[in-house]
């Protein structure tokens, strides 16, 4: 397992670090490794294993909507979650990208949320939202070279308790779709938590596990990068987008998806179960 990454090293250096370990996993025939977590709520993620593997999802989600107090936590979990038996189209999904002034969901802060839904195999882009967000400190500077995202541009930007109903609603009712999604799952968890005092329990289609399992077994080994997306975006013959921008991120992801999906549908669509996470 790849050593957690300091927020100067980027993102892309943790997707870097992620894909490294998976393409060693396949060298040795392994397992793939998990990513590496951030060091948010430590007691919650030892228990997770128990957690995940004693109750299953629909419990966990009926419990954590009971706790959630009422508001938009406790109203997107009672939105119904999709079954993972569905044919992938008759799912709604919500490609979403997220940047952040650093890697830490504990201690960095959400800057932009982007988000595209695919409904009925399709994107979405007059649904489309893109939201900035101000921090409670200043952007730091090694990373607002990465994302381009400066004070000034959030000094009128709503915070985040005002953006997060919002990217709640949209979700309710579908699947979350990212690469390399542990960074967007652990920040708006994180977020709920702090806001809402609950987690955020949801499936998720991570675009970069997925062309992962999708390139096949440990006879085809993997070039460093191969699972960056803009480069698994190039294999697959998509055009090129500027990265790090949350909306086009998002849009990329969107597309990545449905190809990936495609290629895994053959004389049918495939399940829900085989894009999830």
């Not at 008759?90 to 595209?116: F, H, K, P």
Request: hydrophobic letters at 40%; one cysteine or more; glycine letters at 6%.
């Amino acid at each position: 397992m790849p050593p957690p990454l300091p927020p100067e090293a980027g993102r892309d250096a943790w997707e870097q670090a992620h894909e490294d370990a998976l393409i060693r996993a396949r060298e040795d025939d392994a397992t793939p490794p998990r990513p590496p977590r951030p060091l948010i709520d430590a007691c919650a993620v030892r228990l997770e294993p128990l957690w995940r593997h004693v109750f299953g999802m629909d419990l966990r989600r009926l419990w954590l909507g009971m706790r959630s107090p009422r508001g938009p936590l406790r109203a997107y979990y009672r939105a119904p979650c999709p079954r993972p038996a569905t044919p992938w189209p008759a799912v709604e999904y919500l490609a979403l990208d997220i940047e952040a002034t650093g890697l830490d969901a504990e201690t960095d802060e959400i800057l932009s949320i982007g988000y595209v839904p695919i409904i009925e195999g399709r994107v979405r882009l007059a649904e489309a939202g893109y939201h900035l967000v101000r921090p409670r400190r200043p952007v730091p500077e090694e990373t607002a070279v990465i994302h381009g995202i400066l004070d000034g541009h959030l000094e009128n930007a709503p915070r985040l308790s005002q953006v997060l109903p919002v990217v709640l609603q949209a979700l309710a009712g579908r699947v979350p779709v990212a690469h390399h999604a542990h960074m967007e799952r652990f920040f708006l968890s994180r977020a709920c938590r702090r806001l809402y005092g609950q987690p955020l329990e949801m499936p998720f289609v991570d675009t970069m596990a997925l062309e992962y399992r999708q390139l096949g077994g440990p006879d085809q080994p993997l070039a460093p990068g191969s699972l960056r997306l803009g480069r698994i975006r190039a294999r697959r013959g998509l055009p090129r987008y500027p990265a790090h921008n949350a909306l086009s991120d998002a849009l990329a992801t969107a597309e990545l998806m449905l190809a990936q999906a495609d290629a895994l549908s053959r004389d049918r669509p495939a399940r829900l179960a085989a894009l999830l996470s």
